[in-house]
């Protein structure tokens, strides 16, 4: 069974930074490095949102505009750990933020997409606040 967890939320002032972490195991047949991975985030009653996500190489990544700059995303697959350091924190960026995987067949061009329907796994989210 594919367990994602997330780790590294909390709570921090505007301007802050906070380097979030993610850890996936348990998928049969595949390494974590054979996974495209991303981050989401979601605030009550509003749809989850991608905000960036890195492929399988780790040669490739995407942000969406809301973050560019600010967030940058990372992977080291000899610890099978996605990175996630935001810097410039804004109260906006207040959300439960998701780690998800997806195998890298599941992208036609082996890269990676913001779609939140384009992964397989998910975790259970880790909380980040950010207050002004």
């Known amino acids: 069974q594919v367990q994602v967890v997330e780790s590294g939320g909390g709570s921090v002032q505007a301007g802050g930074s906070l380097r979030l972490s993610c850890t996936a195991s348990g998928m049969t047949g595949l390494a974590f490095d054979d996974h495209f991975m991303g981050w989401f985030r979601q605030t009550p009653g509003e749809e989850r949102v991608g905000i960036s996500c890195?492929?399988?190489?780790?040669?490739?990544?995407f942000y969406a505009d809301s973050v560019k700059g600010r967030i940058t995303i990372s992977r080291d697959n000899a610890k099978t750990r996605l990175y996630l350091q935001m810097n410039g924190l804004k109260p906006a960026d207040t959300a439960m933020y998701y780690c998800?995987?997806?195998?890298?067949?599941?992208?036609?061009?082996?890269?990676?997409?913001?779609?939140?329907?384009?992964?397989?796994?998910w975790g259970q989210g880790t909380p980040v606040t950010v207050s002004s």
């Open positions: 998800a995987a997806s195998p890298y067949y599941d992208n036609e061009h082996q890269l990676c997409d913001l779609r939140g329907s384009s992964y397989r796994y």
């Open positions: 890195i492929n399988w190489r780790g040669d490739r990544t």
